[in-house]
Every structure is written in structure tokens, then in C-alpha cells.
């Protein structure tokens, strides 16, 4: 079993930042890809980004030139720099992780952690 805790999560005013951190552990493997998530009220949870082993990324169109995903040298620790906040960014954001072949698969990514609420207003 993989554990994940996210942290970093809070209140924002449009157009300010935010870092979100998430560290990995328990049967967790370097070469699992990791990425983050979010689920605003009443909408579909959505994948932002995702970073593999390797450092190559992929960002949903809603956030490029926005956030930065990025993963620590030790592997288990990946981070999410979010600029130009807006109030559409509002939601509950989620780390993952898995196989890089589960990112392609219907089911997505078997290990989620509890989530980090970011709430963009003002």
C-alpha cells in the first residue's frame, strides 16, 4: 500500500500563489509517475499534472503556463507551484500516484491521498 499526505493547501486571492507538497511512502516505487488532481462542487474531478520518473510533464489545458509541477530528487515528493490563481481553481486537490500505464487507463491511478482544499476568493 502507498500512503500519500498532501500539504500546503489554503486561502488565495485571485491572482496570488500557491505551493502544494505531497510525499510518498509505504510500497512506494521511484519509477511510479506522480501527479495531481482536483474536484471543485458539483464537477467532474479533473488531472492536472502529472510528472514521471524521468521529470517529463503534462498539464491540463487549463492550467499551462500557470502551474508547475514538480518531483524532488529523493522521488517521493512532488510539488505543484500554482501562480495566477483564479476562482475557478477553487477545489479539493488531490495527489496520485501509480505505474505510468495506469495514467492511461480508464481507472487512472490506484493511490490517491486525503486531499488539500485551495479556495481562490477575494
Known amino acids: 500500500q502507498v500512503e500519500l499526505v498532501e500539504s500546503g493547501g489554503g486561502l488565495v486571492q485571485p491572482g496570488g500563489s500557491l505551493k502544494l507538497s505531497c510525499v510518498a511512502s509505504g510500497s512506494f516505487y521511484g519509477i511510479y509517475t506522480m501527479g495531481w488532481s482536483r474536484q471543485a462542487p458539483g464537477r467532474q474531478r479533473e488531472l492536472v499534472a502529472t510528472?514521471?520518473?524521468?521529470?517529463?510533464?503534462d498539464y491540463a489545458d487549463s492550467v499551462k503556463g500557470r502551474f508547475t509541477i514538480s518531483r524532488a530528487s529523493s522521488g517521493n515528493t512532488v510539488h505543484l507551484q500554482m501562480n495566477s490563481l483564479k476562482p475557478e481553481d477553487t477545489a479539493v486537490y488531490y495527489c496520485?500516484?501509480?505505474?505510468?500505464?495506469?495514467?492511461?487507463?480508464?481507472?487512472?491511478?490506484?493511490?490517491w491521498g486525503q486531499g488539500t482544499q485551495v479556495t481562490v476568493s477575494g
Open positions: 510528472i514521471t520518473s524521468g521529470g517529463s510533464t
Open positions: 496520485n500516484t501509480d505505474q505510468p500505464i495506469a495514467y492511461m487507463d480508464r481507472d487512472g491511478p490506484r493511490y
